[in-house]
């Protein structure tokens, strides 16, 4: 079983940068997939980036490609996910979700979830 806790949301202008951070608990976390999700108010939550374990390969969603970095940290038990270049259209709640199988951008595929980070990008 594994505990996820997301941090590092805030209120940001456009063209800032933010860096979240999820904490996981467990001996295993390195062998786990880890991935981010968003939900913007009124709308679906949406894939943002995933990180495979072992391998360290990355995906991500059109949108963020090549704004926003995800990676991991096994020793610290901890995946970032960096942000640069913000638009107001990145303002949703960010979502951490762990799975030791899958590697998707399907968030029903994701067994384990934190409780989710706010952030908001001012124009």
């Known amino acids: 079983q594994v505990q996820l806790v997301e941090s590092g949301g805030g209120l940001v202008q456009t063209g800032d940068s933010l860096r979240l951070s999820c904490a996981a608990s467990?001996?295993?976390?390195?062998?786990?997939?880890m991935a981010w999700f968003r939900q913007a108010p009124g709308k679906e939550r949406d894939f943002v980036a995933a990180?495979?374990?072992?391998?360290?390969?990355?995906y991500y969603a059109d949108s963020v490609k090549g704004r926003f970095t995800i990676s991991r940290d096994n020793a610290k038990n901890t995946v970032y996910l960096e942000m640069n270049s913000l638009k107001p259209e990145d303002t949703a709640v960010y979502y951490c979700?762990?799975?030791?199988?899958?590697?998707?951008?399907?968030?029903?595929?994701?067994?384990?979830w934190g409780q989710g980070t706010q952030v908001t990008v001012s124009s």
């Open positions: 467990g001996r295993t976390f390195s062998r786990y997939n």
């Open positions: 990180i495979k374990w072992g391998s360290g390969r990355t």
């Open positions: 979700a762990a799975d030791p199988t899958t590697y998707s951008y399907i968030d029903s595929e994701y067994d384990y």
